[in-house]
């Protein structure tokens, strides 16, 4: 087996891309990467109050809960410090 070439990897990368269409098939296809984004954006916030929910959760665990997982209080202050976008 040879090893791809740049050229190779162009070709590849051509044919799997989407190409741009133009007239009235712009529009849809604009409609459809807006749409796209709004989906992710919505992904996204659902993950960040996920995330700030679980945060919420671990604070209000006691300290024998907190042991029985084998988590210190320091560990969940740290956690619970963290902005909502942070992972």
Known sequence: MTKPNCT???LLTS???EPIPS???L???AVRRFVALVGSGIR???LWAERSRQRRDLAALSNRMLHDIGISRADVDG???KP???G
Do not use: K, N, P, S
Request: proline share 0%.
């Open 8 to 10: 190779d990897t162009i």
């Open 15 to 17: 044919q799997i891309a």
């Open 23 to 25: 007239g009235r098939t």
């Open 27 to 29: 529009w849809a296809y």
């Open 44 to 46: 996204l916030a659902e």
């Open 79 to 81: 956690e619970v410090a």
């Open 84 to 86: 909502f976008w942070r």
